[in-house]
Each structure stands twice: as C-alpha cells, then as structure tokens.
C-alpha cells in the first residue's frame, strides 16, 4: 500500500524528475505539467478522544467527496486516506487541550505500489472559539511539488478556518477549478469572504522549477558550511542520515534542502521527513534512509540496534554521531571551492531573498556535478536502433585528478547515477544512418 518515501522515491519532498540545467545534458523525463488539478484532496485531521483517554487523529471532513470510483481506485484511495493522519499528527498522542498554539506548516511524501508520490502540505492550527481545543491539521494532498505555493494557499485556508468551515468549501473548489500555473506564471482566484467582500488572490509560481520545494536558507541558519558538506558527501555515497529537531516544519524543510543539494540527481531510498512514532524503529533499516526524528525520540533512537549512520542535531547545529571519514570522503580541491562559496554566502552582508540564496546555493552544488561528471554524455555509446550504453571505465578514467577518480569509482556504483545514466542512455532519438 502507500508507504512514506519508499525506494525508488525522489528527492525535495519528492519533487518530479525535472530536466537538469547546465551542462549535465537534458534528461527526458515527465513534467508535472501546468494546467492540471492542484489537489486531489483537502482533508482535516482532527484529534478524537479515545475510551481509554488518549487522542487519536482521524479524518474528520474531505473535500472533494469521491464518488463513482472503480474499485481498483477506490482501494487506493482507502489506504491513501489511512496513511493521512499518521504523518498529520507523526509525534504520537500526548496531546491535551490548549488555548494557545503556533501554527506550523510541514509536508511529507507518500509513494503507492507503483511508484507514483502523493505530497501532503499541512498547515497544523488551533482552531479560534472560546476556552481550551486541540489543534487539528488541514492537509492539502498533491502530486505537484511546490511548497512555497502551498504555503500561500494554506494561509487562505487558515484565514478562513478562523471565521468558519464553511467558508473554507468554496474557496478550494475555485482553486480546483483553475488550472496550475506555468512556472513563472500567475492564477488569480476570485473568492468571497463575508464582511469582507471579494478577494483576489494572486498565485505565482516559481521560475525555476526545480527549486519551487526548497528552502536552503532553513539549512544555512542551522548548519556550519562544512557540516552542510560532510551530510551531502554522506548522501552522495547514499548512507543513512538521521535528522533530529523538534519543530516539524524545521525537519521536513531542512531535508527538503539536503535532498535538493543531490539535483541534478534523485535520492532514490526511503525518504521520511518526518517519522511518526509508531515508526521509529525505520531507524534500524540495513539500507540507506533520509529521515527526520523530533528530539524528544532521541534515546529510544540511540537505544536501537543501528547500522552506521551521520545523526545531525539541527537545534544545536552539529553531528552527533558520524561513521569518521566524512571529512575525507569529497576531493579536497573541490571541498575547498564549495565551502569558499558557501562561507561566502554565509558571511555577505546583501541581504538575498529566498529565491536568491537558493539559486546561489545550488549553482554551486550543480557546478561540482559538472566539474566532476559533466563528461558522461560523451561516454555513451550510441547503437543504430538509438540505445545508448555507458562506458563506466572510459568515463572514470578520462578524469585527471587522482582522488576525483577515486571519489567517481565509488559514486558511480549508487543508485542515484544508474537511475540518471538510464534516463540518458533512453534520451537519444535514433538518426537516420547514425552507428
């Protein structure tokens, strides 16, 4: 059934494979084109006491109801719905009724039997009334991966919670019915607000695609330059990371960031942003997983019995367990230049908007990938009936630099580079005459 991140999940909160810029060549992959729905869902989890006293989150209202699905369909849909509440409320059931509460927005991943991924952006709110509630969580479900946009659509969404329900109904069924924009480009979506009148509400999305899920920023505050480092070469050998933080939106926006750092490649393990509390034990997975713990899980996560794996401490920003060689694992050459840039960034007095400090941060990251692989398009051998096939020796051995060898023998053994070098081996349209 649906699972978080499962293997053969992509990165960014799993954004869509996109084609990557620069030089690393184009790679065919399917878009999530504009023009298509931007939910499939909005759901509201809400916490139900239990006989035994504890909360249980539930769903408590749906929209858009389905109705006349195949039963293959309808199936899906159930074990969809099922998963919802778990990583709506993924810190257990210690809940008690409060009068104040700061909201948080936080997304996770969820991946079907075929591969196919489904996003859920949460906004988690008190709801506004008299005396002493429980928070409950609206849930937009998507397949487009754009948090910035969903940000914006659960401020609307959160306005209107503190007048009524009801006024939230007709404002998602105006977003339902306006197609998504082109990146770049603009939706207006008229909607009525009693005592209010009209608004038009104006959503934009990002230029650059492959960047509409991230928030670097979110991980330069956190982490030291060559922290930030040690975790990608990490990641780049495709090793078990552990994030810990206690704010939800903290986890699922600074692995978001670590799993954006790999583009143009895709972090193809289990990926969970944040790991409910009946999952914990995820942590002692022999293959590799990129997850979020809250900090109040850390000892029962130390008392499991774990692989190797770089546990990072987001609040106070440093490592607290690590296999030992991260220092060595990238070429020191180009460790030096991305920490020069990355320092560079870090100490600029500009202030930069978030698109900047993202475009900034990946251009650097990107850059390395070209310096160290941009060459593989000419290690592809081209059959007549237009398949392509690697040259993985030639490829590693027309670099000069002996630890850029060294590091690409090994980086060229994951899983990340064979899902990319499939994709550009598929990507040549056969020529006429061509061998």
């Known amino acids: 059934g649906f ?5 053969g999940a992509s990165a960014a909160e799993n954004t869509p494979p996109q084609v ?31 006989p035994d006293g504890h909360y249980e989150p539930k769903i408590t209202y749906q929209f858009p109801k389905r109705e006349n699905l195949l039963k293959g369909q309808k199936e899906e849909e159930e074990r969809l719905l099922q998963a919802i509440p778990l990583f709506c409320f993924p810190d257990g059931n210690n809940w ?33 009334g008299r005396g002493v509630q429980l928070p409950e969580v609206f849930c937009i479900i998507s397949c487009l991966g754009c948090f910035g946009l969903f940000s914006k659509i659960l401020d609307e969404v959160e306005k209107r919670r503190q007048i009524s329900m009801a006024v939230i109904y007709p404002f998602m069924q105006g977003l339902r019915e306006s197609p998504f924009p082109a990146p770049g480009k603009t939706v207006t979506i008229k909607s009525f607000i009693p005592d209010s009148g009209t608004e038009l509400i104006e959503l934009t999305r990002p230029v650059d695609a492959h960047l509409e899920h991230v928030e670097f920023q979110a991980l330069l505050q956190r982490l030291r330059p060559h922290l930030i480092l040690h975790i990608f070469a990490s990641a780049m050998l495709e090793r078990r990371l552990i994030f810990l933080a206690e704010e ?79 220092e060595e694992i990238l070429p020191g050459k180009l460790q030096n230049e991305m920490l020069i840039s990355l320092n560079r960034h870090n100490n600029n007095n500009n202030v930069h908007s978030s698109e900047q400090v993202n475009a900034l941060v990946s251009e650097a990251f990107v850059h390395f990938f ?7 398009a000419s290690h592809i051998k081209w059959g007549r009936s237009g398949s392509g096939s690697f040259q993985e020796r030639a490829f590693c051995k027309a670099i000069a630099s002996k630890s850029c060898r060294r590091f690409v023998k090994k980086f060229v053994k994951t899983n990340m580079f064979s899902l990319f070098i499939e994709e550009a081996e598929k990507s040549r349209i056969p020529q006429e005459g061509n061998g």
């Open 3 to 7: 699972t978080e991140g499962k293997d």
């Open 20 to 50: 990557p810029q620069g030089k690393l060549g184009e790679r065919s992959s399917v878009f999530y084109s504009a023009g298509q729905f931007f939910f499939e869902y909005l759901v509201v989890v809400s916490l139900k006491k239990m």
């Open 96 to 128: 008690a009724p409060v009068t104040e509460f700061t909201s948080e927005t936080f997304s996770f991943v969820l991946t079907n039997v075929d591969g196919s991924r489904k996003i859920g952006y949460c906004r988690r709110l008190l709801p506004s």
């Open 248 to 326: 939800l939106s903290v986890l699922s926006q600074c692995i978001h960031a670590v799993a954006a750092l790999l583009y143009p490649f895709t972090w193809a393990h289990t990926y969970i942003p944040v790991v409910p509390e009946c999952l914990l034990d995820t942590v002692c997975c022999p293959t590799p997983f990129m997850v979020g713990i809250q900090m109040r899980h850390l000892e029962r996560v130390l008392e499991q019995p774990m692989e190797e794996a770089l546990i990072i401490d987001l609040c106070e920003g440093k490592i607290i367990r690590a296999v030992g060689d991260e």
């Open 370 to 376: 070209v310096r160290l692989v941009g060459h593989y």
